[in-house]
């Protein structure tokens, strides 16, 4: 199994980023995914998760209405649409398969 994402970065108060987690070794398709982010200092944290169908998704309340999760099971990815973004929104973020498979994160950090 491997988990690889990617689209982080530095991006200011207010801005988009979207990113993108690319599964391969496994049926991409059987299997509902999940964004988690940590934070420096704090435990990590449920962002996103999405039905192995992508018909039904869940969220942080932190995040709802700002974030969406969508994947694209044909390309074996899941996306995080992250818009209107706050400087609490700095955090590492991480893919993940259900039964402990983790990507190696990618660095979202949000400031002026």
């Known amino acids: 199994v491997q988990l690889v994402e990617s689209g982080g970065g530095l991006v200011q108060p207010g801005g988009s980023l979207r990113l993108s987690c690319a599964g391969s070794g496994f049926t991409f398709s059987s299997y509902p995914m999940s964004w988690y982010r940590q934070a420096p200092g704090k435990e990590r944290e449920l962002v996103a998760d999405i039905t192995k169908d992508g018909v039904g998704t869940n969220y942080a309340d932190s995040v709802k209405g700002r974030f969406t999760i969508s994947r694209d099971n044909a390309k074996n990815t899941v996306y995080l649409q992250m818009n209107s973004l706050k400087p609490d929104d700095t955090a590492v973020y991480y893919c993940?398969?259900?039964?402990?498979?983790w990507g190696q994160g990618t660095q979202v950090t949000v400031s002026s």
């Open positions: 993940y398969k259900r039964f402990g498979f």
